[in-house]
T-cell receptor, first 113, second 111 residues
């Protein structure tokens, strides 16, 4: 199965720790999107990346959050000094070209204690 | 941010009934996507629409891209219990990069 792979599926952190969420896009896909979902809500756009470039980060909080998609390896969403309000499901999606259909991973459920 | 409004917000139907839901926006979209999400999982793409007026089917599912490019609908015929989930519409604005997601329609099918 060459689908979008996210890990870990569940991540528990204490307030102030760092969270690193990984996403490997589908084979042949060079566009990656990160979304955040709170319970009973829709998906909120965070950031859109291509290899080694951030294309649109208009949905990312200005502090503590960063994302990268290096030439080699998975895309990483990094949350520094986590707070309880960061608890949510974080989904990654990939696309073969921009503005095409998105294919989603199973998500990472982040819980901040 | 851009708001995609879906209606109804939730539906409770008997197995075998047909279902219709829609998605509207105040802005023009050049692509409409319909997804289904089950608890604890990521959204799964059901249907993609690329042209105004386009009508596309995928098994018991049929979706249309509205002529005004500001709306889309999804129909499910002869519903079955495994149709249960939350259905989202999504798409990018014309000239935009990010995909906006609708507020979702929660479907419950009663056997």
């Amino acid at each position: 199965n060459a689908g979008v792979m996210q890990n870990p599926r569940h991540l528990v952190r204490r307030r102030g720790q760092e969270a690193r969420l990984r996403c490997s896009p589908m084979k042949g896909h060079s566009h990656v999107y990160w979304y955040r979902q709170l319970p009973e809500e829709g998906l909120k756009f965070m950031v859109y990346l291509q290899k080694e470039n951030i294309i649109d980060e208009s949905g990312m909080p200005k502090e503590r959050f960063s994302a990268e998609f290096p030439k080699e390896g998975p895309s990483i969403l990094r949350i520094q000094q986590v707070v309880r309000g960061d608890s949510a499901a974080y989904f990654c999606a990939s696309s073969p070209i921009g503005n095409e259909k998105l294919f989603f991973g199973s998500g990472t459920q982040l819980s901040v204690l | 941010g851009q708001q995609l409004n879906q209606s109804p917000q939730s539906m409770f139907i008997q197995e075998g009934e047909d279902v219709s839901m829609n998605c509207t926006s105040s802005s023009i979209f050049n692509t409409w996507l319909w997804y289904k999400q089950e608890p604890g999982e990521g959204p799964v793409l059901l249907i993609a629409l690329y042209k105004a007026g386009e009508l596309t089917s995928n098994g018991r599912l049929t979706a249309q891209f509205g002529i005004t490019r500001k709306d889309s609908f999804l129909n499910i015929s002869a519903s079955i219990p495994s149709d249960v989930g939350i259905y989202f519409c999504a798409g990018p604005l014309v000239g935009g990069n990010q995909f906006y997601f609708g507020t979702g329609t929660s479907l419950t099918v009663i056997p």
